[in-house]
């Protein structure tokens, strides 16, 4: 009998630090299985073996900043069955986003010694506003398991399994007693998506918000509940404005706390 051929992966970089990636190699034990499972042609992280396509699943890294960005991943996406966006860059735009709010020129001219030789676009933008994508793993970096799971229901031909909650209710599971009820510590967690296992409130911290909106996130009430807690709107502004800036929850509450000394 013959044996049966196994899906082509295929893993891309684009604006990012490459920790997503990093995730998959991390899975370990783990990975063995998924290499014998799949045939990995194009992971320039992990193999100078770099097959061209089609490709039954590509996951992609990071966000488009570069012309050549944007035609790059027209050309993922005409090349592969399904693609699955990986990480908070990919997502969200991810911390380089942080451009969008200003004026890209002054950066490159207050870093670079020659900024005429920078191409870049003036804005950081997710995967999906150039290309479809048929799957989104939120997270900075992504939970492995998660994308564990994702490999073995495409593998299955299945869906995915991944939870659609907010933090607070990762909380709850693991038996974390609420920060900002128990101790008047600001969280992100009520608007913030699951995945990372809660871990900062259960170590007494604040949720940074690594994984982006939730669904329905009422970061309005989120943002009173901080200033009851004494908050100001330079902190509430911050907090909203990191890894996940430009995701459009964050990014209308973070302006919504812009004032002229501190703009959004």
Not at 80 to 105: P, Y
Not at 118 to 130: K, M, W
Not at 209 to 230: F, K
Request: hydrophobic share 40%; proline share 5%; with cysteine.
């Amino acid at each position: 009998m013959a044996e049966r051929k196994r899906p082509t992966l295929a893993v891309w970089k684009f604006t990012s630090c490459d920790g997503c990636q990093l995730s998959l190699l991390d899975c370990e034990d783990e990975l063995l299985a998924v290499a014998g499972a799949v045939d990995i042609a194009y992971f320039a992280e992990a193999s100078s073996t770099l097959r061209p396509g089609p490709y039954d699943v590509s996951l992609v890294e990071g966000s488009i900043t570069t012309a050549a960005d944007a035609e790059r991943i027209r050309h993922v996406r005409a090349s592969s069955k399904v693609v699955i966006a990986i990480g908070a860059c990919a997502t969200a735009g991810g911390i380089q986003a942080l451009r969008n709010f200003a004026d890209v020129g002054d950066y490159i001219s207050a870093v670079y010694a020659s900024p005429e030789y920078i191409r870049t676009l003036a804005t950081s933008t997710p995967i999906a506003a150039h290309v479809k994508v048929d799957l989104e793993l939120r997270g900075c970096p992504i939970n492995k398991e998660e994308l564990l799971e994702v490999v073995s229901a495409l593998l299955a031909g299945r869906r995915p399994e991944i939870a659609d909650e907010s933090v607070c209710v990762a909380c709850k599971r693991r038996g974390t007693a609420c920060v900002m009820v128990a101790h008047g510590t600001p969280c992100l967690g009520p608007v913030t998506h699951a995945g990372c296992g809660a871990i900062c409130p259960a170590y007494g911290r604040g949720c940074y918000g690594c994984y982006g909106p939730a669904e329905q996130a009422n970061t309005a009430a989120l943002s009173a509940q901080w200033r009851l807690l004494g908050a100001d709107r330079r902190s509430i502004h911050r907090a909203f404005r990191t890894f996940n800036a430009a995701a459009e929850p964050f990014r209308r509450e973070s302006d919504a706390h812009g004032d002229e000394d501190h703009p959004a």
